[in-house]
């Protein structure tokens, strides 16, 4: 017998009847004439199933509630009287459906009963039409039932927490797991549905712009504040007192990225989905990290007392530690913020951890401080953040909860697990060069690698701006709830990407020289050399970045850590080799080739499990690419503007030679412009204004 089994949930009327599968449909389906009831049920969070109304409303109530629906009762109550499809399913299930529009959908299956068998309700949730069409052929259809109380909505998208509907493949209603999402449509107006509640969302093209400039305008803060703090000080310390800095930051943020763990994404994706238990999620969230800070500390007291550094430097480390604990609680709290899709907050906390940074660290090259004072004074601004940040969350949004359910706590662990890992190897890949150097070579060699490597990192903040804020919003405005459209706009704006990114390599290889010489000095003219090396890295991390953002989004946690693992194993290998024998320029061809293999790995992947790529395309793009470098050769010792603008012109013209860009695709960017009302955003350039 399931537990609460006998307890059902009782209809509007006063019943527990919330329709009925009478004779004529009964002998249609070849089944039994009954009613259908919802039954209190339960939810397993560790498998993440069930069934019965507590299953619907743990796993399936925000979906319902984009769809219009007041409650898990309203929903299922809608569906036993309007049905018009019935679909066979696993485990002799049956799905009834609501088919014109967005379909909504419940699984039920015969359950006897003495005082009379009942068709009770395993799982419900609405899905789009295409997701439907794929399911079995039908067992029984009807004209769809006219409904006075409810309209049929517009199709929202809804997704599967694999790939099965990319693939084709239909959705596992008739399961009790919860694995569907929905990207709300913010802007829809139920009719016949009494609002209540907060007030509805704004529009999403309004939420997508203001949200979208304010991580535009934090993330500028990070890299102006980070160029301008590697700037300064490789040109105010030495080069041996900058590797120094430049290796204990790569230590600390190596050994305490554990901290994260993958909890940031899954907080994010679990505030967003259930709102009323955010107090419970963020107060897992922060005692969890807590854990993980205590272990990833004493891990770095012990890697700092084997290494034998000295006093000095072992000071440095600690207080180093220090400032990426309060930074990773800081970023939980900005975590929040992108839940509730607040993202001015995280402008507001930025702004002032950047000024902070750039005031206390300048006056410190003014007064000719060390590196570990420079390590204190990022550690004082990192203070502030966070005591900034969890004021806001607190005052703002909620506090976390004490009390903590095991189930849930030990659901979160597991789902952030697999995030946290290749969240970790990604990390280490673009650290591990800087320890290898320190180990094998010394200080100088770190200076020399990351005065080049730095460059790419804190370009590809860039990504993070196009991926995490535009690509997301963007998929629901373009997608309309079809899997090919899904497809297609991932394909355009896979090359896109790739076209962006490119062209910045092209940049970093010819003008590696001269952007070293300008930013850093003619101390470090040996790193124009990393720079050019590197230079492609910017397109393959890219795109690894983009191809990652399906990857989580799709819930691929194994292909994800593949394309991190694999990498990280390479440089980890092969650096066993290289540096030894050619230093900073070994360790940067490591890292290029490492780089390259995680580019090839996710590009695999995604063209086999999710969309198929433009690879002639792809290979227009990099030709154009070779032509632009070799032809810039003739152009050495011109005007840098001049030739920077020769470059540029160059390869715009060779793209379209080229072809790579074709019709359908610029046909795409107008539409993707026009969707997103970019006019309305840029009235005050119209003429006459």
Not at 109 to 121: A, S, T, V
Not at 166 to 193: C, F, H, I, M, N
Not at 280 to 305: C, D, E, K, P
Not at 419 to 425: D, K, P, R
């Amino acid at each position: 017998m399931r537990p609460n089994e006998k307890d059902f949930v009782k209809a509007s009327d006063g019943t527990y009847d919330f329709g009925r599968i009478d004779k004529e449909v009964a002998d249609a389906i070849g089944g039994k004439e009954a009613p259908v009831r919802l039954q209190i049920g339960k939810h397993d969070y560790e498998k993440d199933a069930g069934y019965g109304k507590t299953h619907i409303d743990i796993a399936h109530l925000r979906e319902i509630k984009d769809a219009g629906f007041n409650s898990v009762e309203d929903y299922i109550e809608y569906i036993g009287k309007n049905y018009n499809t019935i679909y066979p399913n696993k485990k002799g299930r049956l799905i009834l459906a609501v088919s014109n529009g967005l379909a909504k959908t419940a699984a039920i299956e015969l359950r006897p009963d003495g005082k009379g068998d009942f068709y009770g309700i395993t799982t419900a949730y609405p899905m789009s039409y295409e997701a439907l069409k794929k399911l079995k052929k039908p067992l029984f259809e009807r004209r769809p039932l006219a409904s006075l109380s409810r309209p049929e909505l517009p199709a929202t998208l809804y997704g599967d927490s694999h790939t099965k509907a990319l693939r084709g493949k239909p959705w596992r209603l008739g399961k009790s797991g919860s694995s569907a999402y929905t990207v709300p449509q913010l802007d829809e107006d139920v009719k016949g549905v009494e609002k209540s509640g907060p007030p509805a969302p704004e529009n999403p093209i309004d939420l997508l712009a203001r949200n979208y400039v304010f991580i535009l305008i934090s993330r500028i803060l990070r890299i102006g504040t980070g160029f301008l703090l590697l700037f300064g000080l490789a040109r105010s310390l030495g080069v041996s007192d900058f590797g120094n800095f430049i290796f204990i930051t790569n230590l600390t943020a190596s050994v305490m990225s554990v901290a994260f763990y993958g909890i940031g994404q899954t907080l994010v994706r679990e505030v967003s989905g259930d709102r009323g238990r955010a107090a419970i999620y963020i107060g897992i969230a922060f005692r969890l990290r807590g854990y993980f800070t205590i272990a990833a500390f004493s891990s770095l007291v012990i890697i700092s007392i084997i290494m034998k550094v000295d006093k000095v430097m072992f000071t440095a480390i600690l207080i180093a530690s220090l400032s990426e604990i309060f930074r990773a609680f800081s970023d939980l709290a900005k975590d929040v913020f992108r839940a509730y899709e607040k993202m001015r907050y995280e402008m507001f906390i930025t702004t002032i951890y950047s000024a902070a940074v750039l005031a206390l660290v300048s006056t410190l090259i003014l007064l000719k401080g060390g590196y570990a004072y420079v390590i204190a004074a990022i550690c004082v601004a990192n203070a502030v953040q966070l005591f900034i940040s969890v004021r806001i969350m607190a005052g703002k949004f909620t506090r976390p909860a004490h009390v903590l359910p095991k189930e849930l706590f030990k659901t979160f662990i597991m789902n952030s697990f697999s995030l946290g890992i290749a969240v970790l190897f990604a990390q280490l890949l673009a650290r591990v060069p800087a320890l290898f150097l320190k180990e094998l070579k010394g200080a100088a060699d770190v200076a020399f690698f990351e005065t080049g490597h730095g460059l790419i990192i804190q370009t590809l903040i860039l990504s993070e701006i196009f991926v995490t804020v535009f690509l997301p919003r963007l998929s629901i405005l373009v997608s309309e709830n079809d899997f090919e459209k899904i497809k297609h706009t991932g394909k355009k704006l896979f090359k896109f990407f790739l076209l962006f990114s490119v062209n910045i390599s092209i940049v970093f290889f010819i003008f590696s020289k001269e952007l070293v010489l300008l930013l850093y000095g003619a101390k470090y003219a040996p790193s124009g050399g990393v720079l050019r090396v590197l230079s492609f890295a910017v397109a393959f991390l890219f795109i690894t970045n983009f191809v990652h953002i399906f990857l989580i989004s799709l819930k691929m946690q194994k292909e994800f850590v593949l394309c991190n693992l694999a990498p990280f194993l390479f440089v980890c290998v092969s650096m066993c080799f290289t540096v030894p024998t050619y230093g900073f320029m070994g360790a940067a061809v490591s890292g290029i080739s490492a780089y390259f293999m995680s580019f090839v790995v996710s590009c695999y992947i995604m063209h086999r499990r999710i969309v198929k790529i433009p690879v002639v395309g792809i290979l227009k793009i990099f030709m154009a690419a070779i032509f632009v470098i070799i032809g810039s050769m003739a152009t050495e010792g011109v005007w840098a503007a001049a030739r920077f603008i020769a470059v540029e012109a160059a390869f715009v013209l060779l793209v379209l030679a080229l072809r790579a860009i074709d019709d359908e695709e610029w046909a795409f960017v107008k539409e993707t412009a026009m969707r997103l009302n970019v006019m309305k955003y840029l009235r005050f350039f119209k003429p006459g204004r």
